[in-house]
């Protein structure tokens, strides 16, 4: 799986989700607290586009339909059986690179 260049670490700030895309596919790229996290960036429920949700904590919430997901791991917080794929993330000077299928 290739790495991709997304984003720039100074464009993330610490709390925020960023919608990024890679290879025609939309990515959540989230800030926990100084560590970087991306997620598939489609949530299953409706379609709602993941990045441009809200970063409560380490619980992204999609802006459509306000499901949540940890983005640690991918899970929904209410099912845990409901999930994003979560990415490979790889930080190279300023650069966030993520693993891409």
Not at 44 to 73: I, K, M, N, Y
Not at 81 to 100: E, W, Y
């Amino acid at each position: 799986m290739p790495l991709v260049k997304v984003a720039k670490v100074s464009e993330l700030k610490p709390g925020t989700v960023i919608e990024v895309s890679a290879g025609g596919k939309p990515y959540a790229l989230c800030n926990v607290d100084g560590a970087l996290h991306a997620l598939e960036g489609v949530c299953p429920h409706r379609g709602g586009p993941l990045g441009q949700g809200s970063l409560q904590g380490a619980v992204l919430v999609c802006p459509w339909h306000s499901w949540e997901f940890d983005c640690r791991t991918g899970e929904n917080t209410w099912d845990s059986a409901t999930r994003v794929a979560k990415v490979p993330v790889t930080v190279a000077g300023d650069d966030i690179l993520i693993d891409v299928p």
